[in-house]
T-cell receptor, first 115, second 115 residues
Framework: KQEVTQIPAALSVPEGENLVLNCSFT??????LQWFRQDPGKGLTSLLL?????REQTSGRLNASLDKSSGRSTLYIAASQPGDSATYLC??????????????FGKGTKLSVIP | NAGVTQTPKFRILKIGQSMTLQCTQD?????MYWYRQDPGMGLKLIYY???????DKGEVPNGYNVSRSTTEDFPLRLELAAPSQTSVYFC????FGGGAGDTQYFGPGTRLTVL
């Protein structure tokens, strides 16, 4: 069974700092990995999706990397802004057998960017 | 496009009552999902559907039922509400269950309390 861990659980940084969020997983046989953002009381918004054959994806100030051999992914946020304050979740899609793909989420990292 | 819509936004149930959480998407997505999110936890998959008439269990299906009669709608039914079902419920959809089209689009959630 796939297990996903996100460290740290919470992070507070001053505006303008570059930061890294971590996601680790126990089984390297993944199909893809996705990073989401969740604002309080809202649903999830997809930020980046990395296929298992890819090493990284970039969108604006965000860069996500994937290292299957070590069971790790990182989300790098450059020049953080107060508007980046949210909870960030990573989710892994993996093959669970009988033609079924499961999606397992981490518990998230709550980010606060201080003006 | 409205994306993924969910109703109601909030609901309080008494133990033993039943209710249906509604989910509709207008993106012509094949895959639809129901998740629950407990405080401080990641999302857990309840049920998912790969197309009209086809549903399958996720990680935590007990106490819930689903049906998928159309591409657009994927209602979640609670037959005998229990306090353990107090949670925030999210519906999501994606075009494929894997690959580049795997980005999941989430609804705003339904906050359910069972007393």
């Amino acid at each position: 069974k796939q297990e996903v861990t996100q460290i740290p659980a919470a992070l507070s940084v001053p505006e303008g700092e570059n930061l890294v969020l971590n996601c680790s997983f126990t089984d390297s046989a993944i199909y893809n990995l996705q990073w989401f953002r969740q604002d309080p009381g809202k649903g999830l918004t997809s930020l980046l999706l990395i296929q298992s054959s890819q090493r990284e994806q970039t969108s604006g100030r965000l860069n996500a990397s994937l290292d299957k051999s070590s069971g790790r992914s990182t989300l790098y946020i450059a020049a953080s802004q107060p508007g980046d304050s949210a909870t960030y979740l990573c989710a892994l899609r993996w093959y669970s057998g009988a033609g079924s793909y499961q999606l397992t989420f981490g518990k998230g990292t709550k980010l606060s960017v201080i003006p | 496009n409205a994306g993924v819509t969910q109703t109601p936004k909030f609901r309080i149930l008494k133990i033993g009552q039943s209710m249906t959480l509604q989910c509709t998407q207008d993106m012509n997505h094949n895959y639809m999902y129901w998740y629950r999110q407990d405080p401080g936890m990641g999302l857990k998959l309840i049920y998912y559907s790969v197309g009209a008439g086809i549903t399958d269990k996720g990680e935590v299906p007990n106490g819930y039922n689903v049906s998928r009669s159309t591409t657009e709608d994927f209602p979640l039914r609670l037959e005998l509400a229990a306090p353990s079902q107090t949670s925030v419920y999210f519906c999501a959809s994606s075009y494929f269950g894997g690959g580049a089209g795997d980005t999941q689009y989430f609804g705003p959630g339904t906050r359910l309390t069972v007393l």
